[in-house]
Nanobody, 122 residues
Framework: VQLVESGGGSVQAGGSLRLSCVAS????????LGWFRQAPDKAREGVAV??????TTAYADSVKGRFTISLDYAAVTLEMNNLKPEDTAMYYC???????????????????WGQGTQVTVS
């Protein structure tokens, strides 16, 4: 599975950005797509994830009400609104295979990763 991210950049606090990720390859080996982020000197954390079949979503508490994840065929998009300086991080798209009522926000449950795209909020 190959994941290619686009979007990101620099924005002032309160602004918006959109991240997109296109998945290709043997996507039948995965059932979850999502966005994770890692700030300097911090562990990677789940931001928003979605089951590709049922379209069930899960969000980190810190982004609920501000971020929205959506899926259009093999492209997963993260709409980020009301951005805060603490949202500054490298954002990664990931694909995984889990079988739980809700998709997992745990990075270890995801086997395929994109290269990442930087989001900076000042």
């Amino acid at each position: 599975v190959q994941l290619v991210e686009s979007g990101g950049g620099s924005v002032q606090a309160g602004g918006s950005l959109r991240l997109s990720c296109v998945a290709s390859g043997f996507t039948a080996s995965t059932n979850s797509l999502g966005w994770f982020r890692q700030a300097p000197d911090k562990a990677r954390e789940g931001v928003a994830v979605i089951y590709t079949g049922r379209r069930t979503t899960a969000y980190a508490d810190s982004v609920k009400g501000r971020f929205t994840i959506s899926l259009d065929y093999a492209a997963v998009t993260l709409e980020m609104n009301n951005l805060k300086p603490e949202d500054t991080a490298m954002y990664y798209c990931a694909a995984g295979l889990t079988f739980r009522p809700a998709p997992s926000l745990v990075p270890a449950d995801y086997s395929f990763w994109g290269q990442g795209t930087q989001v900076t909020v000042s």
